[in-house]
């Protein structure tokens, strides 16, 4: 049975979605492969920890204050405000 407008959806009913990898994708392997296996291995475990780090202070200004029941920041504006001032 055909239903009408099934064709834009996918299985989990949700919008298709395309699948395109990018140029910067694709290029980005073939960077880290021209570094050698002492270098490239190298570099992705410095990427790893600037990642790692960066994302625990993303998550250090989810609450302001106290981290267990401090105000909530739902956006980024929201922690701003609170960690510079209203008057940001």
Do not use: E
């Not at 009913?13 to 073939?30: E, F, M, N, Q, Y």
């Not at 270098?39 to 250090?60: E, N, R």
């Amino acid at each position: 049975m055909d239903v009408p407008g099934a064709k834009c959806f996918d299985d989990d009913g949700h919008l298709k979605r395309t699948a395109v990898i990018g140029s910067g994708v694709l290029s980005l392997a073939w960077a880290t492969a021209q570094l050698g296996w002492i270098d490239g291995p190298a570099v992705m475990f410095l990427f790893s920890f600037v990642t790692y780090y960066t994302s625990s202070l993303l998550s250090a200004c989810y609450r302001s204050g106290d981290s267990l029941t401090g105000k909530r920041n739902y956006a980024y504006m929201d922690a701003v405000r609170s960690n510079l001032g209203k008057d940001v």
